[in-house]
């Protein structure tokens, strides 16, 4: 045996050990806790709502697929109400696109998408469906300038104008006019956007469609969109990264994300003139007079589900709700009582658990039209709440 | 027998799933780089420049350093270190590629933006038609940086495949170069090399497969941006894997979806042709090799 062969079998051992090891690890972990159900069946109405306790009539089981941003309070809400009812619901995080498709497809019994869905997305469901506003959500612009620490101010037509590319030094007159007191550096602008296909990205660029009918016509909104510029990167973290990493650059993230991660954000002046801070309950004052549209008519009627560019005086301009899709009718009244019933906890008890976990309540005025939503769907044509 | 099927009923099932993309745009989503899900227009040209730009950057990076560390480790090499440096080259195989693309993002784009792409700017950015290639505002998310991180991961099977194949070289053809006097160099070069080229290229071509497909590292650095095909290495670029990867999740109109897959087809349709062209190299190098011992 010469040196090479005896390398090659020394190289096949330690991989069988490796192998070997993988296994073992494997074979040890798995086998998670199983949630316990607790809640015995009370006195009254189990079924009703509010939500109070087990009731046996309803599904026991109930998967659901959507958006990434709802994710970590679904999640947090799943485990809750498992603790209270016993309802075991399994939410996959997939995006709101795999989520639409999941639930026009019926292989989950519930969606979650960060954006209203299109006519067409619509009379794709069989059945038809409603979107309950469940949680709020804001994005905010991020940017990396060298030596300017203070939050910059944008009017709406600077943001528009730098991602059309139309600004593209940071010391232009239209950044610099609102930032008295800040010496802006003549470097040039790399904007930086979401590479994956994301709610956030629909967020921004409805906000960016109805402050500029440049950026309307030419570029418009969605998921994802035909950027005029920049470099995309994936999720919050990839293009916060390269926002920190790249002098000069300017990109666009979840509040929740910005305020976990301690980013310094920019404000961007509201429809009524003023500069708000974005807050969770700048946020929520976005929502704050929200007029659910036509539910018998909800297709063409997308546009009044966005609250981006709010009236409000003291509203962020760019936030949104994120939605919960449930069928207006399902045959299957187990089901329809069990999704009806975690929905309306979570737009009541569940909202309790917003702040800790970076999210906007929703106002109590949107609370109400969402429990119409949810008292509107039936089951074999009789409504399923009373 | 089974393996022709299961590619067959794979490129099967993606043209029916792209038909409508195929259909509407015909031979404009090859020839356009306009890829706008708003306004459903698709055209996929610049994911096509993207793939083939990074994977030639990587193919000219890798090639002379995995040849130069095969020759190194085959013939000049002392016996004791052999083995555990090619032991330490093809670990560089086994590192997933999302910390291959963490490393990139985090030590070297930085390195790329402060220094690599600003020397290269200011010396071969100078030369007339070269220069272009290195034109713009180096921002380290390019399709430069896409390649680097490819020539990195592609040297592992590179340096590997030319080791086995300088170690098949009969020992006969470097004992007669070096019996008629030649140098140790002199036999390489005229002897073992000319006898290894048809499996270097094979390597080579296992590399550019590796490079075709990879997605997750070169995602992360080649910035994902498709809106023009510029010459210049230093703007942000596409590869079809990585739109695939970036957009398949949320392509929520039968449109868009089908134009994804579209890309996946057309990834299909450029390896068979890169494959088949790296083939016909092989035959002819091998046909060229000398036969039999130099004498």
Known sequence: MNTWEKGRAMKRSIFAILMASGVLASACGGAAPQPTGSGSAAAGEPCAVPVTTRCNTEAQNLTGAGATFPGPIYTKWVDEYNRLTGVQINYQAVGSGGGIKAFTDKTADFGASDVALTDAQIAAVSGGLYMVPTVMGAVVPTYNVPNVTANLKFTPEALAGIFLGAITKWNDPKIASENAGVTLPDSAITTVHRSDGSGTTGVFTDYLSKISGEWKTKVGSGTTVNWPNGVGSSGNAGVAGSVKQTPGAIGYVELIYAIQNKLGYGVVKNASGKYVDASLDSTSKAADGFAMPDLGKLSGEQSKLSITNSTNPDAWPISTFTFLLVPKDLSDKGKALAILRFAWWGTHEGQTFTKDLGYAPLPAGVVKTAEDVLRSVTSGGAKVLK | ?295
């Not at chain 2, 555990?84 to 390195?111: K, N, Q």
């Not at chain 2, 695939?244 to 134009?259: G, H, K, P, R, T």
């Open chain 2, 1 to 295: 027998m089974l393996v022709p099927l299961t590619l067959a009923a794979i490129a099967l099932l993606i043209v029916i799933d792209s038909w409508p993309s195929l259909s509407r745009f015909g031979l404009s989503y090859f020839t356009t780089s306009v890829w706008d899900p708003v306004h459903l227009v698709f055209g996929a040209a610049a994911y096509v420049y993207g793939t083939i730009v990074t994977t030639l950057v990587a193919v000219v990076l890798a090639t002379p350093v995995a040849l130069g560390a095969s020759i190194f480790l085959t013939e000049f090499a002392p016996r004791r270190i052999r083995g555990p440096v090619a032991y330490l080259i093809e670990i560089l195989a086994y590192i997933p590629s999302i910390v291959y693309g963490l490393w990139a993002i985090f030590v070297m784009v930085p390195v790329m933006r402060d220094r690599v792409e600003p020397a290269l700017q200011g010396s071969l950015g100078k030369v007339p038609v070269i220069g272009q290639l290195f034109s713009g505002t180096p921002v380290g998310l390019d399709l430069l940086s896409g390649g680097v991180v490819l020539a990195i991961m592609i040297l592992p099977i590179l340096t590997a495949v030319s080791r086995e194949v300088l170690l098949a070289v009969p020992p006969t053809q470097r004992e007669a170069m070096i019996g008629l006097g030649a140098t140790r160099w002199e036999a390489v070069s005229l002897a073992v090399l000319p006898y290894a080229r048809p499996g270097i290229i094979g390597g080579i071509v296992l590399g550019v497969a590796r490079a075709f497909g990879e997605t997750m590292a070169v995602t992360m650095v080649v910035g994902n941006s498709s809106r023009d095909i510029s010459g210049s290495l230093f703007v942000p670029g596409y590869t079809m894997a990585s739109a695939i990867a970036n957009q398949f999740v949320e392509a929520d109109s039968e449109l868009y979806f089908s134009a994804i897959v579209e890309v996946a087809l057309l990834l299909l349709l450029v390896a068979i042709v890169v494959n088949t062209i790296a083939r016909l190299l092989i035959r002819r190098s091998v046909a060229d090799r000398p036969q039999g011992a130099v004498v």
